[in-house]
């Protein structure tokens, strides 16, 4: 029987407050081996956020990448949550998922190499990590010790050729845009495939009947045994 992983996006977000280390806690608790959060690089350290604005999930105002450190961290992310650092996220969940960073902002991918390096030193594995985005000259920059999730949202007639120069462990596709021959594709490249976001029972039932590894859920309470 192959594995289908349940992925709590950006921890347990229908939940808890996304990417808040509540909801990384919330998904752990609620039996996902692996949880996905998002990255910027704001002087020199990795914040976890998703979008590029700050009005949705905080109470600030602006720019991520046009705010202070200081600033972002002064903020409330949703119950009275910080916006987590991704060292913060890494301790928090110590050990017990596999964390899939996505690399959402500019010029991400050394500070994660750096920071993984240093996890690795105090005694992490490699394959503890998944670093993913949509933007591949970011992702070709990761340290090619970490496994690559190559990220779509559309369909593209060279998902494996970009899959392969970037020598990716899986493709990472929209739920609107996985089919079963693209399932198959890939499985026969040794890919791996996770599916974001699946949200109601019936479509994780689907995913799964295609043969697909994974799905990225903010609600992994409904992930089927
Ligand atoms: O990594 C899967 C998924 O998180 C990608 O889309 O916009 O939710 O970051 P988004
Ligand atoms: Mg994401």
Known sequence: MTEFLCIGHRGACGHAPENTLEAFELAITMG???????????EGELIV??????????????????????YLRSLDAGNQQRIPTLNEVIECVNHRAIINIELKGPNTALAVNLLL??????????????ISSFNHKELALADSQYRRGVLFYKVRQDYFDTTMKLNAYSINLDVKIVDQKTVEQAH?????VYVYTVNKLEEMLRMKSLGVDGIFTNYPDIFPE
């Open 49 to 70: 956020i998703h979008d590029h604005k700050l009005e949705r999930t905080t109470n600030g105002e602006g720019l991520v990448m046009d705010a202070s450190l200081d």
């Open 32 to 42: 996902c081996p692996w949880v996905e959060l998002d990255v910027y690089c704001v």
């Open 188 to 192: 026969e490249r040794g890919l791996k």
């Open 117 to 130: 390096n240093s996890f690795l030193k105090a005694g992490w594995q490699t394959d503890e990590f998944l």
